[in-house]
C-alpha cells in the first residue's frame, strides 16, 4: 500500500501556491531587517552584536522552544488552521515592529518570524506530501521551497523600495500585513487535505512504542539527514549573511553592486530549487538512491564552486560573479528531494514533526550559530591575515559542507530499504 494519493488532488496545485506565496512573505519579513539595518541602527543606538541577536540568534532560541512541539501539534491536529494561525499571528507580530521603541520590543516583535516558519513549514510540507503522489512529490517541495528566494528578492527590492521612500516603519507594517491576509486567504479557500495511509506495520499489543522524536531520530535515513542539514545550513547562512560585506571589502564593489549580484544569485537558486526536484522525480524513478543521490550532487558542486569563489584574488569580478552564481544555483539541491524522502519513509502522522527536527537542526546551527561563528573567526583571523580574516573565516565555514556530503552519503545508502519498508503491501 502507498502513503500517497494515485494521483495528484484537484486543487493541489492551487494550495501549492498558495503555500508558497506564504512562504514568501514570511521569509520577506524575516530578511527585512538586514535591508533595514542602517536605519533602525541609527534611531535606536544598536550595535552590530544587538543586531546580530535580533536577526540570528533570537530567531533560533524561538525556532527552538516552538519549532518540535509545533511540529507535533500539525501531526495531531487539522494543519490548515495551525498554519494561518502561526502565519497570521508571525505577521502580526511582524507589523507591531513599527511600534518598536528599542533593542528589546523589536526583538519581540522579530519573533513572529520563528513562530511563523516553526508552526507553517512543517505542516504545510506534510499537507503537500497527502497532495502529492511520490513520483511528484519532490517537483512540489521544489516549488515550495522557491519561496525563501523569492522572500530575499522582494526583501531586496520591495523592502529597499518602501524604506527609502516611506521609512523602515511602513516597511514592517506591509511585509507583516501581506502575511496576515494571505492566513485568510487560506482559511476561506483551502479545506485540510485527508490524511494519507501508510504502510508501516502496526506495533504488537503490549509493546511500548518510542515516541515521534525517539522514533524518527532511531530511523537511519531521518536521522543523517538532520545531521546533514545542520551542516550545510551552517555554511549557507554563513556565505549568505556575510557575502556582501565580503565583496565590499574584498573586491571593492558598492552596495549597490553587491546587491544586485546577490539579487542575481537568489534567482540562480530559485532555478536551482525547481531544477532539482524535476531532476530527482525523473531519476528516482529509475533508481531509488537517486532522491538523496540528487542532493548529494548538487552538495559536491555546491562546495568545488564556493571554494573556488572564497580563494579567488581581489579585483576577479566576473569570475567571482559566474563562481557566485554556480554556489547559488546547487546548494539548494539539498532541500526538496530531502523533504520529500522523508514524506516517503516516515508515518503520516509524524511527518510534520520529522520537518520540524530537519528545520529545528538548520534554525539552530545554521541560522542561530553560523552568522555569530563567522564573525567570532574573522575577528580572531584579522590579527593575523591582514584584514583579509572574513574571507578565510567563510571558507572555513563553507568546507563544513564536507560533513553535510558525508551525512547525505549516508542517507542515501539507507533509502532504498527504508522506501521499501514504507511501501511495502
Known amino acids: 500500500m502507498s502513503n500517497a494519493p494515485p494521483e495528484t488532488a484537484p486543487n493541489s496545485r492551487y494550495i501549492l501556491t498558495l503555500l508558497t506565496v506564504m512562504s514568501a512573505l514570511a521569509f520577506m519579513d524575516r530578511q527585512i531587517l538586514s535591508v533595514l539595518i542602517e536605519p533602525v541602527k541609527l534611531e535606536f543606538g544598536l550595535s552590530d552584536l544587538q543586531i546580530g541577536l535580533i536577526t540570528g540568534l533570537g530567531f533560533a532560541i524561538t525556532f527552538g522552544l516552538l519549532g518540535v512541539p509545533l511540529g507535533r501539534l500539525a501531526d495531531r491536529r487539522e494543519r490548515r488552521g495551525l498554519i494561518a494561525l502561526c502565519r497570521g499571528t508571525g505577521g502580526l507580530l511582524a507589523a507591531l515592529g513599527a511600534a518598536s521603541v528599542g533593542f528589546w520590543s523589536l526583538m519581540f516583535t522579530r519573533s513572529g518570524a520563528a513562530l511563523s516558519d516553526a508552526g507553517s513549514t512543517p505542516g504545510s510540507m506534510s499537507m503537500l506530501a497527502?497532495?502529492?503522489?511520490?513520483?511528484?512529490?519532490?517537483?512540489?517541495?521544489?516549488?515550495?521551497?522557491?519561496?525563501?528566494?523569492?522572500?530575499?528578492?522582494?526583501?531586496?527590492?520591495?523592502?529597499?523600495?518602501?524604506?527609502?521612500?516611506?521609512?523602515?516603519?511602513?516597511?514592517?507594517?506591509?511585509?507583516?500585513?501581506?502575511?496576515?491576509?494571505?492566513?485568510?486567504?487560506?482559511?476561506?479557500?483551502?479545506?485540510?487535505?485527508?490524511?494519507?495511509?501508510?504502510?508501516?506495520?502496526?506495533?504488537?499489543?503490549?509493546?511500548?512504542?518510542?515516541?515521534?522524536?525517539?522514533?524518527?531520530?532511531?530511523?537511519?535515513?531521518?536521522?543523517?539527514?538532520?545531521?546533514?542539514?545542520?551542516?550545510?545550513?551552517?555554511?549557507?547562512?554563513?556565505?549568505?549573511?556575510?557575502?556582501?560585506?565580503?565583496?565590499?571589502?574584498?573586491?571593492?564593489?558598492?552596495?549597490?553592486?553587491?546587491?544586485?549580484?546577490?539579487?542575481?544569485?537568489?534567482?540562480?537558486?530559485?532555478?536551482?530549487?525547481?531544477?532539482?526536484?524535476?531532476?530527482?522525480?525523473?531519476l528516482a524513478h529509475r533508481d531509488l538512491r537517486w532522491q538523496l543521490g540528487v542532493p548529494l550532487l548538487g552538495l559536491v558542486l555546491s562546495l568545488l564552486s564556493g571554494v573556488a569563489y572564497l580563494l579567488l584574488p581581489a579585483g576577479t569580478l566576473l569570475l567571482a560573479t559566474v563562481l557566485m552564481v554556480l554556489f547559488a544555483f546547487f546548494l539548494p539541491w539539498w532541500a526538496a528531494p530531502s523533504y520529500a524522502a522523508i514524506s516517503m519513509v516516515t508515518p503520516s502522522q509524524r511527518r510534520a514533526t520529522a520537518n520540524s527536527m530537519v528545520l529545528l537542526a538548520g534554525a539552530i546551527v545554521g541560522n542561530g550559530?553560523?552568522?555569530?561563528?563567522?564573525?567570532?573567526?574573522?575577528?580572531?583571523?584579522?590579527?593575523?591575515l591582514g584584514g583579509d580574516g572574513l574571507r578565510y573565516a567563510m571558507l572555513g565555514m563553507v568546507s563544513m559542507i564536507l560533513v553535510g556530503i558525508f551525512a547525505f552519503f549516508r542517507a542515501m545508502r539507507a533509502y532504498p530499504q527504508a522506501y521499501r519498508n514504507a511501501h511495502r503491501a
Open 130 to 282: 497527502d497532495l502529492y503522489p511520490p513520483a511528484q512529490r519532490s517537483r512540489a517541495m521544489s516549488v515550495f521551497g522557491t519561496g525563501g528566494s523569492i522572500g530575499a528578492l522582494l526583501a531586496l527590492l520591495l523592502g529597499s523600495w518602501l524604506a527609502e521612500n516611506y521609512g523602515w516603519r511602513t516597511t514592517v507594517v506591509v511585509a507583516g500585513a501581506g502575511s496576515l491576509l494571505m492566513a485568510l486567504v487560506l482559511l476561506l479557500t483551502v479545506r485540510e487535505p485527508l490524511r494519507q495511509a501508510t504502510a508501516h506495520a502496526a506495533p504488537a499489543a503490549g509493546v511500548r512504542q518510542p515516541g515521534a522524536v525517539a522514533a524518527i531520530w532511531a530511523e537511519p535515513v531521518t536521522r543523517w539527514l538532520v545531521i546533514g542539514v545542520a551542516f550545510t545550513l551552517l555554511a549557507a547562512y554563513s556565505f549568505g549573511t556575510w557575502n556582501i560585506a565580503l565583496m565590499v571589502r574584498h573586491h571593492g564593489l558598492s552596495l549597490q553592486q553587491a546587491g544586485w549580484i546577490s539579487g542575481a544569485s537568489a534567482l540562480s537558486s530559485i532555478t536551482g530549487s525547481l531544477v532539482s526536484g524535476a531532476l530527482t522525480d525523473r
Open 369 to 384: 550559530l553560523g552568522p555569530i561563528l563567522t564573525g567570532w573567526l574573522s575577528d580572531v583571523l584579522n590579527a593575523s
